[in-house]
């Protein structure tokens, strides 16, 4: 089975900069597209963004030009870079493995992390 384990949280002020990290167990990370979403306080999980496993990436609208995704295939490590952090960026994220598509719409499987939470002070 795979297991994925999210690190790397924590307090930030606004403005400031965080870095997630996901590792992977299995041996079929290198199959599977990688994706990390984030649920902040009363709402509903949302994609935040998407990796294939070629290196194609998908982000919401929320976070472009403010984050970036990418995977080390050698680590069985996906990465979560986040710049310019807002309050509204406050949420428990998790990373998944799933399907991206060839126009850029990211299908989750079954199996996720338990959460890493970030907090974003104003």
């Known amino acids: 089975q795979v297991q994925l384990v999210e690190s790397g949280g924590g307090l930030v002020q606004s403005g400031g900069s965080l870095r997630l990290s996901c590792a992977a167990s299995?041996?079929?990370?290198?199959?599977?597209?990688m994706g990390w979403y984030r649920q902040p306080p009363g709402k509903q999980r949302e994609l935040v963004a998407a990796i294939s496993t070629a290196g194609k990436t998908n982000y919401g609208d929320s976070v472009k030009g403010r984050f970036t995704i990418s995977r080390d295939n050698a680590k069985n490590t996906v990465y979560l870079q986040m710049n310019s952090l807002k309050p509204e960026d406050t949420a428990v994220y998790y990373c998944?493995?799933?399907?991206?598509?060839?126009?850029?719409?990211?299908?989750?499987?079954?199996?996720w992390g338990q959460g890493t939470q970030v907090t974003v002070s104003s």
């Open positions: 998944n493995a799933g399907r991206l598509s060839d126009t850029g719409t990211y299908a989750p499987y079954s199996y």
């Open positions: 299995g041996n079929r990370f290198r199959s599977n597209a």
